[in-house]
């Protein structure tokens, strides 16, 4: 085994470790990450499609109770009937629609016989930067919605809510953190406004349903985990083999009992010369 030796000098471990570790992080990590968010545009794309051809279901057929959440019934249609309660209005910044930012109103409503929800009438666009502009209220007294079901978001991490132009602002639409800023208790799961309904603002355009990149980049990163170690085999294997060769270039040298760790012996005149100007063969 003196042969293969040289695989445990400090720059071959250092690349098995480093090799070791990109692999784990191939199968662990980066792989599922991207597979798993395929999975969700995947899911998402489902429910968009079957929600345009669904009917409308009454609110409390999906959240029935006050700290109800529907995560499987994201982006069905449904209609509510209540009030709005604008005193608690709140907006969502740094938004992005069709590729210009804007801000998204959020409103508690009470359903009458159900829970209270948070309803996204729609968006505004800023004015001189981003500046809050006048915003159109919404109505008094009882009104009939046609929503879709949104699952609320994960919150912006080291974002606070704060108020600035008259407005509660907050980073994320997320009815947890809007409920205790607000003292309004809302259900898990948000309403989003479609087209044409009472208190309606700028209309949130549906994704496109598009798989993305994702599946072919989590099957790349499965690949290059694969690949990672392959690789550092054909370089021992190259490398054995090179230090096979050049020992048998060696006179008086067996290439049975050589050992690649032995130094090589000094080179004859006539071997720099080859070296110098190309060795012969």
């Not at 694969?226 to 054995?240: Q, R």
Request: proline share 10%; glycine share 8%.
């Amino acid at each position: 085994m003196k042969r293969f030796a040289f695989l445990l000098r400090p720059q071959w471990l250092a690349l098995y470790v480093v090799v070791i570790g990109f692999a784990y992080l191939c199968f662990t990590v980066l792989a599922p990450w991207q597979l798993g968010k395929n999975t969700k545009t995947t899911r998402e794309n489902a429910q968009i499609s079957a929600s345009l051809t669904a009917d409308p279901v009454p609110v409390t057929s999906v959240l029935p109770q006050q700290d109800s959440a529907a995560p499987d019934d994201a982006w069905k249609r449904v209609t509510a009937t209540g009030r709005y309660q604008p005193e608690r209005q709140v907006l969502a910044r740094l938004r992005s629609i069709d590729g210009e930012p804007a801000f998204e109103v959020l409103v508690p409503f009470a359903v009458d016989g159900g829970p209270t929800v948070l309803v996204d009438r729609g968006y505004v666009k800023p004015e001189e930067g981003n500046e809050v502009p006048d915003i159109a209220p919404a109505p008094t007294g009882t009104v009939e919605l046609t929503a879709r079901v949104r699952d609320s978001e994960l919150l912006a991490q080291n974002k606070v809510p704060f108020r600035a132009d008259g407005q509660l602002q907050v980073y994320s639409i997320n009815t947890a953190q809007i409920a205790d800023v607000t003292g309004t208790p809302l259900t898990g799961s948000y309403l989003q406004l479609v087209e044409d309904q009472p208190g309606g603002l700028g209309v949130i355009p549906l994704p496109h349903l598009d798989s993305g990149p994702f599946l072919s980049y989590g099957i790349q990163w499965i690949a290059f985990g694969i690949v990672a170690p392959v690789g550092v085999g054909y370089f021992v294997l190259a490398e054995y083999k090179q230090r096979r060769r050049e020992k048998a270039d060696r006179p008086g040298v067996s290439t049975s009992t050589a050992d690649p760790r032995d130094p090589p012996p000094p080179l004859t005149a006539d071997e720099k010369m080859a070296d110098r100007y190309g060795r012969r063969g």
